[in-house]
């Protein structure tokens, strides 16, 4: 049989497996093998998944029982492909423990390990993978602290959750882990009534990476009076679920605290997510905001979209209207979605651009308000017409579209009214010719019906 070795091979990994699976926390006996026990200390655990990673990477040797131990699925070599097979052994340990936090009014209970309960003070002490269900009906705070020689994920399951918290206390606060990864399955609520704005307080507070993954099949609304919504000291990534959130809640106006704000990148990779804040919408203070996919809807009474280094729009749909719609000190790089970004206070503003696909801006000589229509007719059809509304009144646009073609005359109108320069005669038109990636038409007001 030419295959014999191969399925040799097959066996003993998937035996070495459910050998790992069944001998996890349980100690060692002098001839047995515990697969996973990297340093030999009779149990697994997530130390042992830092020392195969430094051995991986030549910062330890290991000796040969070490080895044997390492050698997931006992083919004579500890590679990246035993690293793998040991981090998805503590996943599915995690699965089976069934580790859930229940809110239950004024009281929380848990099952499961890795799960610390102090009255209505939840602490997630290890990786793995946890489900949180449940209303609360007083202030509580779940907080993510795993160990720094924990290397391992923490996947947190909203599952129909409702929190209210009354002080600038973050319901979810990520302390340390590898990463913060949260689904959210059914209708969750989370809101803050405090109305002081304090440095740095939200609802959603991580110090390390998070990301709302692209499992969730469910909704995320947050509400705060005058903290913010979601802040991080890294990377943010938005993959997948419909989240809304409203600042300012109260309806004062006087609460300016920003909606989405991190020092790392904002990625966008599928989600939906829509905002509603009287301080800047979605912004990194030291990185990039970053659009692959999915849907973005920002009202904002600052900056709507601003990353610090860069905001890059690469596939995916941004309505951004603000004081100012997307601005950087860096670069603005457009190459694909469709774009619609308004202002008031001067046209979105960055050092340097990137335009692989074609973009408008216009100036008006007057004021237009919100849910206005915004239509570029193209003089070949109007069957073809592109239409944008802005969420609240603006001065400025920025208009890209994936639609757009090269060649094409297209029709500036404001609900289904021509625009034209201030002589009251030239219709004003947006072409892109061949080498063209950016046109700016000024000056322009509404005169007459289409």
């Given at each position: 049989m030419?295959?014999?070795?191969?399925?040799?091979?097959?066996?003993?990994?998937?035996?070495?497996?459910?050998?790992?699976?069944?001998?996890?926390?349980v100690?060692?006996?002098?001839?047995e093998?515990?697969?996973?026990?990297?340093?030999?200390?009779?149990?697994?655990?997530?130390?042992?998944?830092?020392?195969?990673?430094?051995?991986?990477?030549?910062?330890?040797?290991?000796?040969?029982?070490?080895?044997?131990?390492s050698?997931?699925?006992s083919?004579?070599?500890?590679?990246?492909?035993?690293?793998v097979?040991?981090?998805?052994?503590f996943?599915?340990?995690?699965?089976?423990?069934?580790?859930?936090?229940?809110?239950?009014?004024?009281?929380?209970?848990?099952?499961?390990?890795?799960i610390?309960?102090?009255?209505?003070?939840?602490?997630?002490?290890?990786?793995?993978?946890?489900?949180?269900?449940?209303?609360?009906?007083?202030?509580?705070?779940?907080?993510?602290?795993?160990?720094?020689?924990?290397?391992?994920?923490?996947?947190i399951?909203?599952?129909?959750?409702?929190?209210?918290?009354?002080?600038?206390?973050?319901?979810?606060?990520?302390?340390?882990?590898?990463?913060?990864?949260?689904?959210?399955?059914?209708?969750?609520?989370?809101?803050?009534?405090?109305?002081?704005?304090?440095?740095?307080?939200?609802?959603?507070?991580?110090?390390?990476?998070?990301?709302?993954?692209?499992?969730?099949?469910?909704?995320?609304?947050?509400?705060?009076?005058?903290?913010?919504?979601?802040?991080?000291?890294?990377?943010?990534?938005?993959?997948?679920?419909?989240?809304?959130?409203?600042?300012?809640?109260?309806?004062?106006?006087?609460?300016?605290?920003?909606?989405?704000?991190?020092?790392?990148?904002?990625?966008?990779?599928?989600?939906e997510?829509?905002?509603?804040?009287?301080?800047?919408?979605?912004?990194?203070?030291?990185?990039?905001?970053?659009?692959?996919?999915?849907?973005?809807?920002?009202?904002?009474?600052?900056?709507?979209?601003?990353?610090?280094?860069?905001?890059?729009?690469?596939?995916?749909?941004?309505?951004?209207?603000?004081?100012?719609?997307?601005?950087?000190?860096?670069?603005?790089?457009?190459?694909?979605?469709?774009?619609?970004?308004?202002?008031?206070d001067?046209?979105?503003?960055?050092?340097?651009?990137?335009?692989?696909?074609?973009?408008?801006?216009?100036?008006?000589?007057?004021?237009?308000?919100?849910?206005?229509?915004?239509?570029?007719?193209?003089?070949?059809?109007?069957?073809?017409?592109?239409?944008?509304?802005?969420?609240?009144?603006?001065?400025?646009?920025?208009?890209?579209?994936?639609?757009?073609?090269r060649?094409?005359?297209?029709?500036?109108?404001?609900?289904?009214?021509?625009?034209?320069?201030?002589?009251?005669?030239?219709?004003?038109?947006?072409?892109?010719?061949?080498?063209?990636?950016?046109?700016?038409?000024?000056?322009?007001?509404?005169?007459?019906?289409?």
């Open positions: 030419k295959n014999s070795g191969f399925f040799r091979k097959f066996t003993a990994g998937i035996t070495a497996i459910l050998t790992c699976f069944s001998m996890l926390s100690a060692s006996y002098a001839d093998i515990i697969y996973g026990d990297v340093n030999c200390d009779g149990v697994v655990t997530a130390l042992d998944l830092m020392n195969m990673k430094e051995y991986l990477i030549g910062k330890k040797t290991l000796t040969d029982e070490q080895k044997t131990n050698d997931m699925n083919d004579l070599s500890v590679n990246i492909i035993d690293l097979l040991l981090k998805q052994a996943i599915e340990s995690s699965i089976t423990s069934e580790n859930i936090i229940k809110l239950k009014g004024d009281t929380i209970v848990s099952s499961g390990k890795g610390t309960v102090d009255g209505t003070n939840v602490t997630i002490n290890s990786s793995g993978v946890y489900k949180i269900e449940g209303t609360m009906t007083t202030d509580a705070v779940i907080t993510v602290l795993t160990s720094a020689e924990d290397l391992g994920d923490v996947e399951t909203l599952k129909d959750v409702s929190m209210t918290n009354s002080t600038d206390t973050p319901c979810i606060m990520v302390e340390n882990a590898e990463k913060t990864k949260i689904t959210f399955e059914g209708e969750n609520t989370f809101v803050n009534t405090y109305d002081t704005a304090t440095a740095e307080s939200s609802v959603f507070y991580a110090k390390d990476d998070i990301t709302f993954t692209k499992n969730s099949t469910g909704t995320l609304k947050i509400n705060t009076n005058a903290c913010m919504a979601i802040y991080c000291n890294n990377d943010i990534n938005f993959n997948g679920g419909a989240i809304d959130i409203k600042t300012d809640s109260d309806g004062s106006g006087l609460a300016e605290s920003d909606a989405v704000k991190a020092k790392g990148d904002i990625e966008f990779k599928g989600a997510i829509s905002v509603n804040t009287e301080g800047d919408g979605i912004k990194s203070t030291k990185k990039a905001v970053i659009v692959n996919d999915g849907s973005i809807s920002v009202k904002s009474g600052k900056d709507a979209l601003q990353g610090e280094t860069a905001v890059i729009i690469a596939g995916g749909s941004v309505v951004a209207s603000g004081d100012r719609g997307i601005t950087s000190v860096g670069t603005l790089d457009i190459s694909g979605g469709t774009v619609f970004a308004t202002a008031t001067n046209q979105s503003s960055y050092a340097v651009s990137n335009f692989a696909q074609p973009v408008l801006a216009v100036d008006f000589s007057g004021e237009h308000v919100k849910l206005e229509k915004f239509q570029l007719i193209p003089s070949s059809g109007a069957e073809s017409t592109l239409t944008f509304t802005s969420k609240k009144k603006y001065n400025y646009v920025l208009v890209s579209d994936e639609a757009f073609k060649g094409e005359k297209y029709h500036i109108c404001i609900d289904s009214y021509y625009c034209v320069t201030d002589n009251g005669v030239t219709v004003v038109d947006a072409v892109f010719d061949a080498t063209e990636n950016f046109v700016h038409i000024t000056n322009v007001c509404t005169e007459g019906p289409a």
